[in-house]
């Protein structure tokens, strides 16, 4: 069974320092439309973004790097055209599909054009004071001293602990251990803290553990309600390096 972990393949970021109408009349002039300033291109606020996927071929061949797009931001905030002024040909598309999912602040003035950046790495470990962000890693399974094992019901979406800034920030990081007991009905009944980060992850933690559904791998049927624990680890992270 596959573990249940989510590692931020993916960087995001933003480039608004130039922007300019790009309304065009049918017949190719251009419009009598004021043109958009730099400062009011820099004013866009990005309200929606969802992660992008990393391309497979990227990651078997250990592609990594940035991709500059040139994005249409319309009245609406939508990005209505992407298009690709450099980046690796293996990351080009999953960039494009991945501004289109953009979603902004709708402009005071549209169309907007201005540049977009998409970077594609894997971030390296660094100092919790200068990090830009983090990783938040949890094994999908347990075994217990009775030697029952139990996973993660893929069929339920399992979300993972939020890495708070505040304690990322402050350098808090490593391995937080909780111990959960697990109804018959895969449902997690009890929940103590083993091996505390901070008060904060601790409690974060504990609320996010409590909604997880597990399911019987191996052992006795009869075997549940049992104890088992669940290690997840948090690691202050910053941006690849290109």
Request: proline share 4%; hydrophobic share 40%.
């Given at each position: 069974m596959k573990?249940?972990?989510?590692?931020?393949?993916?960087m995001l970021a933003l480039l608004?320092?130039?922007g300019s109408s790009a309304a065009q009349t049918?017949?190719?002039?251009?419009?009598q439309k004021p043109e958009i300033t730099a400062k009011q291109a820099a004013q866009l606020k990005l309200v929606k973004s969802p992660t992008p996927q990393y391309p497979e071929e990227a990651l078997r061949k250990n592609i990594q790097g940035k991709v500059v797009l040139s994005i249409v931001v319309d009245a609406k905030g939508k990005v209505s055209d992407a298009k690709v002024l450099s980046g690796a040909p293996e990351l080009v598309q999953a960039a494009i599909d991945a501004v289109k999912q953009w979603e902004f602040e709708p402009p005071a003035r549209a169309p907007v054009v201005t540049n977009a950046?998409?970077?594609?790495g894997h971030p390296r470990e660094c100092p919790g004071s200068i990090s830009d962000s983090g990783e938040v890693i949890a094994r999908g399974w347990s075994k217990?001293?009775?030697?029952?094992?139990?996973?993660?019901?893929?069929?339920v979406g399992q979300s993972l602990p939020p890495y708070l800034t505040e304690d990322r920030k402050a350098g808090v990081g490593g391995e937080l251990i909780l111990l959960i007991t697990v109804s018959v009905k895969g449902e997690v009944v009890k929940t103590r803290v083993v091996k505390s980060l901070s008060?904060?992850?601790?409690?974060?933690?504990?609320?996010?553990?409590?909604?997880?559904?597990f399911k019987l791998?191996?052992?006795n049927p009869d075997s549940l309600p049992d104890d088992f624990q669940v290690h997840i680890t948090y690691m202050p992270t910053c941006k690849p390096q290109f």
């Open positions: 573990a249940s972990c989510l590692v931020a393949l993916l608004l320092g130039c049918p017949n190719g002039a251009q419009s950046e998409v970077a594609y217990n001293d009775k030697g029952t094992v139990i996973v993660t019901d893929d069929t008060p904060h992850l601790d409690k974060a933690a504990i609320k996010t553990v409590r909604a997880w559904k791998l191996s052992g």
